[in-house]
Nanobody
Framework: QVQLVESGGGLVQAGGSLRLSCAAS????????MGWYRQAPGKQRELVAT???????NYADSVKGRFTISRGHAKNTVYLQMGDLKPEDTDVYYC???????????WGQGTQVTVSS
């Protein structure tokens, strides 16, 4: 199995920055893609940003120009640098990974991001 552990969430004022980290461990040959999603209570989980093994990235329109996704040198870690945060960015953020050899994606436990106005 594969475990994803997120860190870096917290409380920040509007206009501020946060950096989320996610580390994958376990039975990993290689990781195809990693990403960040977010979910508010009662709402569907939505894509924030994804990055592939060749570093191609994709962003939700709402975060383009403010958030940057990147992977660590070991390729088993993913980061989300969040800038110019807005109250509407308040959500639980989940790390996601597609691992070679598994037909389903893995998810982290989530980390809370709260942006105060």
């Amino acid at each position: 199995q594969v475990q994803l552990v997120e860190s870096g969430g917290g409380l920040v004022q509007a206009g501020g920055s946060l950096r989320l980290s996610c580390a994958a461990s376990g039975s990993i040959l290689s990781i195809n893609h990693m990403g960040w999603y977010r979910q508010a209570p009662g709402k569907q989980r939505e894509l924030v940003a994804t990055i592939t093994s060749d570093s191609s990235t994709n962003y939700a329109d709402s975060v383009k120009g403010r958030f940057t996704i990147s992977r660590g040198h070991a390729k088993n870690t993913v980061y989300l640098q969040m800038g110019d945060l807005k109250p509407e960015d308040t959500d639980v953020y989940y790390c996601n990974a597609g691992v070679v050899g598994y037909y389903y994606d893995f998810w982290g436990q989530g980390t809370q991001v709260t942006v105060s106005s």
